[in-house]
T-cell receptor
Framework: SQTIHQWPATLVQPVGSPLSLECTVE??????LYWYRQAAGRGLQLLFY??????ISSEVPQNLSASRPQDRQFILSSKKLLLSDSGFYLCAWKGQGAREKLFFGSGTQLSVL | DAKTTQPPSMDCAEGRAANLPCNHS???????VYWYRQIHSQGPQYIIH???NNETNEMASLIITEDRKSSTLILPHATLRDTAVYYC????????????FGGGTRLMVKP
């Protein structure tokens, strides 16, 4: 069966520090991968998606970047965090089939202080 | 992707059916309707999806109007654990497509 792992669960970082959140998927190959962010009490905002290794599409210009060094690995990064980067970050994957649905990780609560 | 409109919040009595509406008047012919829910501080959970026909699974039923411009998610016997934010999303289900989440409906199931 397929599983998605996202870590860490919580993170407190000072303004200006770097960020690296990692997401891995097991039990499937060539998934579509996504990073979402959710501000407190708000809906989910799509940040990045990837349809293959090295292929990254950005939905919102911002202080963040994403990379996909391996088929089932998706990384969210920042060189210098801003206060506005605080939020709940969710990784998700979806298969390539016609009736596939999104499966989400457990999320990372990032607090930038 | 087509946009959706949902009421921001709803209440439901425990044991009663919860009917959550969603308008998607600009939906295209081959866009699916998806429902997810998110319990506080967790990742969203898939509930059900459909294209034209009504769908039912162990969690819920999805009723899509004939013109496909609106749909209703039905939780037949709501429990306290169904308290969550419910997202209605429409989109193409092909490779590379993403599903855009709006504000959702915050369902509060009360004893």
């Amino acid at each position: 069966s397929q599983t998605i792992h996202q870590w860490p669960a919580t993170l407190v970082q000072p303004v200006g520090s770097p960020l690296s959140l990692e997401c891995t998927v097991e039990g499937t190959s060539n998934p579509n991968l996504y990073w979402y962010r959710q501000a407190a009490g708000r809906g989910l905002q799509l940040l990045f998606y990837s349809v293959g290794i090295g292929q990254i599409s950005s939905e919102v210009p911002q202080n963040l970047s994403a990379s996909r060094p391996q088929d089932r690995q998706f990384i969210l990064s920042s060189k210098k965090l801003l206060l506005s980067d605080s939020g709940f970050y969710l990784c998700a994957w979806k298969g390539q089939g016609a009736r596939e649905k999104l499966f989400f990780g457990s999320g990372t609560q990032l607090s930038v202080l | 992707d087509a946009k959706t409109t949902q009421p921001p919040s709803m209440d439901c009595a425990e044991g009663r059916a919860a009917n959550l509406p969603c308008n998607h008047s600009t939906i295209s012919g081959n866009e699916y309707v998806y429902w997810y829910r998110q319990i506080h501080s967790q990742g969203p959970q898939y509930i059900i999806h459909g294209l034209k026909n009504n769908e039912t699974n162990e969690m819920a039923s999805l009723i899509i109007t004939e013109d496909r411009k609106s749909s209703t998610l039905i939780l037949p016997h709501a429990t306290l654990r169904d308290t969550a934010v419910y997202y209605c999303i429409v989109g193409y289900n092909n490779a590379g497509n993403m599903l855009t989440f709006g504000g959702g409906t915050r369902l509060m199931v009360k004893p």
